[in-house]
């Protein structure tokens, strides 16, 4: 039997309609949709995103996997939701993976698609670009991420604000995302490399309850929102 | 009279349908969809791209700029072209400035912006993010941007090799936009830093004609489109 595709959709960075023509049209031609989930809760926030524009019969599958640096439970979690997608595609069915923002950017995504290459190197995978969390922040500030002959730098803050001292003498523009674990040792950091009034923190952008923090020397107590990012233009 | 709104509309970087669902619905309601676009010739990218999507009457109005580094010409021309985006909001039109990519991605329009905000503080701006070219390249090749806690920089090859010599020890995967002008310098460069075997060339990414070169070394002395860029992993 013939194969179907996998195709790996960015629906985007939160507003419904910031998904591409192209990943609806796809979305409503698939026989099933599979959205990355923590197993914690059985909410998708991008299964949430594309619901209004999909056809109310397409089944849509949570792949369920556990929130632990443990990496011998990731990987079996990773096994078996790979397991399942290549089920499916094996069946001569197209599926989609969706994934809040893009599904190169920070994303599940990779992971997934690299576990079902190993075990099936010929499914056919299409992948589907969406606008990410800071292209949608700098669309709210209006302030430009990236211009002329300027560098822009996309970092982590998971690991803490180190990535944020590695780049900043070598990038005219940085973003970080994740801020929320270690908020205050950022905004510390932010502070010793006189960044503070160069960084516009942005929560929740493109969703509801979005908010824009522009003085952020006024804010060092408040921590902010799960979804929060940094931007920062050392021009600006 | 109640001035209209301008819309900052990214159109994506080719496929007419990697443009968002929002996108479609704003262009479709605005009475004058401007384009920035070289004076040389009376041709739109975007124009071209958004066309299958837009109603027939809707005007489109080219705003030409001189392919120059003459600061006062280009100065002269973003005067009048702001001006002509001034007048019609101010006649209490909705309008919309489209741009290839994304509207705060190394785009004419960050610069349209601020000369109209110069001018008239009081427009209200709305910007529309699109897909960049490095995002639709990187779903092509099937490669990730970035992921877990790396970083990704993106910088522009229009001055030359430097802004890679600047980053590479600094960012774990790296784009470079514009690699046209200075390709060989760019290829050398790659050579000496060791990274041929981690970059892959793309060039006309989501358009017709779309190029994925894996091997560099294989083409050192072929020169590849205007439209180009290089993604560089280097974990890959």
């Given at each position: ?74 990987s079996i979690a990773w096994e078996e939701n790979a397991r399942k997608v290549i089920d499916s595609v094996t069946k001569g069915l197209d599926v989609a993976c969706i994934t809040l923002g893009d599904p190169m950017t920070y994303s599940t995504f990779g992971y ?125």
């Open positions: 039997m013939k194969k179907g595709t996998l195709y790996g959709i960015g629906v985007g960075p939160g507003d419904p309609d910031l998904i591409t023509v192209k990943a609806v049209r796809v979305l409503n031609n698939v026989a099933v949709i599979f959205s990355a989930t923590s197993t914690k809760n059985a909410y998708s926030l991008a299964a949430d995103i594309v619901s209004s524009h999909l056809k109310k019969e397409t089944p849509i599958v949570l792949l369920g996997f556990p929130m632990t640096y443990n990496k011998d439970k990731l997934l698609m690299r576990t079902i290459k190993e075990k099936d190197p010929d499914i056919r995978i299409k992948i589907i670009p969406g606008i990410t969390s800071y292209q949608a922040a700098s669309a709210s500030v209006g302030q430009v991420l990236v211009e002329g002959d300027e560098s822009l730098t996309i970092v982590s803050g998971a690991p803490g604000a180190k990535k944020l001292k590695d780049i900043i003498d070598h990038s005219d523009n940085i973003i970080m995302v994740k801020v929320y674990h270690h908020y205050k040792e950022i905004i510390r950091t932010l502070d010793e490399l006189n960044l503070t009034s160069k960084a516009i923190l942005v929560s929740h952008s493109g969703l509801d309850g979005e908010e824009i923090v522009h003085d952020l020397k006024k804010n060092t107590d408040k921590i902010p929102p799960y979804l929060s990012i940094l931007l920062i233009r050392k021009k600006g």
